[in-house]
């Protein structure tokens, strides 16, 4: 089959861990649009606004020569980062809520001040126009993978270093894809070898050293996750495991869809409060499901 981007099915690691969480969480993330805005629908959460504000400041430090780095004020960077995810925009519900997690934030920028590691080495980026950076993992299946690695250290003997920051309490699951897609993409988009990845857990100031997946490994099992993603698609076959969301009876679904089915329905709960980077619409729920 020949690389079309327009007709391909794009996967990445959020996408596909969608699809097992939940089928029917796929689709209404990754797939549906409403009609009326045409676009696609969104829930905003405290934990995934810290976790985006605390990223773009470290990841904007790439943009900055090695030498240079620590020279800018991080806490300052922050709370420009904070004023964009503020408020219901940001998904909290209450200015309790809200301090309480940007006081975690700031006791994460703080341990990158006393302890920065790595972020004052040379770093290199993959290739990126307006999309992740992204390849064809199948031509044969039409599928592209994408992805945007959150470091990538370049290592005194010419060799990389990939490491996740990670703002989560929660350590990463050992059967994620995660670490395989990061593989994958920096060995399709860049030509020197991979030889260490870690996870930097921000808030404990913790560095894990993981093992690098085979890369024959890797590649066999993206690829056989995106490839249910597809059939699905092509069937358009998105059940949950626990029964669908009835609107009649307000049963059915699981933690991962039924908010989603919420916003659907024009439940009370399911607030819009704009939209995201992407055009997303975005929503909160307001109240315990």
Not at 177 to 195: D, E, G, M
Not at 252 to 269: F, K
Not at 276 to 289: A, S, W
Request: glycine share 6%.
């Amino acid at each position: 089959m020949a690389q079309d981007k327009y007709t391909a099915v794009w996967v990445s690691h959020s996408s596909m861990g969608d699809f097992l969480k939940c089928p029917r969480l796929y689709y209404l993330h990754n797939v549906y649009k409403d009609p009326k805005t045409k676009n696609k629908i969104a829930i905003v959460t405290p934990h995934m606004s810290l976790g985006i504000a605390v990223h773009e400041v470290l990841e904007g430090l790439g943009d900055i020569p090695a030498n240079e780095r620590m020279n800018i004020d991080l806490l300052a960077r922050l709370e420009e980062e904070w004023q964009k995810v503020t408020g219901k925009k940001g998904g909290f519900l209450s200015e309790e809520e809200e301090n309480g997690f940007k006081e975690r934030g700031i006791a994460m920028i703080k341990n990158v001040i006393k302890d920065p590691r790595f972020l004052v080495n040379k770093r290199i980026k993959l290739p990126r126009e307006v999309m992740n950076p992204n390849f064809f993992l199948s031509d044969d299946h039409n599928i592209i993978l994408n992805g945007l690695v959150d470091w990538i250290e370049y290592l005194p003997d010419d060799t990389l270093h990939i490491i996740d920051f990670k703002t989560g309490k929660n350590e990463e699951q050992e059967a994620s894809l995660q670490l395989p897609i990061y593989l994958l993409l920096c060995n399709k988009l860049q030509k020197r070898k991979v030889t260490k990845a870690s996870y930097w857990y921000l808030e404990n100031d913790k560095m894990v050293e993981k093992e690098l997946p085979d890369a024959d490994t890797a590649y066999r099992d993206v690829l056989e996750m995106a490839i249910k993603v597809k059939e699905a698609r092509a069937k358009n076959e998105f059940n949950c495991p626990k029964g669908n969301y009835k609107k009649e009876t307000g049963e059915g679904g699981c933690i991962h869809c039924r908010p989603y089915e919420l916003i659907l329905n024009h439940d009370s709960r399911a607030e819009f409060v704009g939209q995201g980077m992407f055009k997303q619409d975005m929503y909160i729920i307001k109240k315990e499901l």
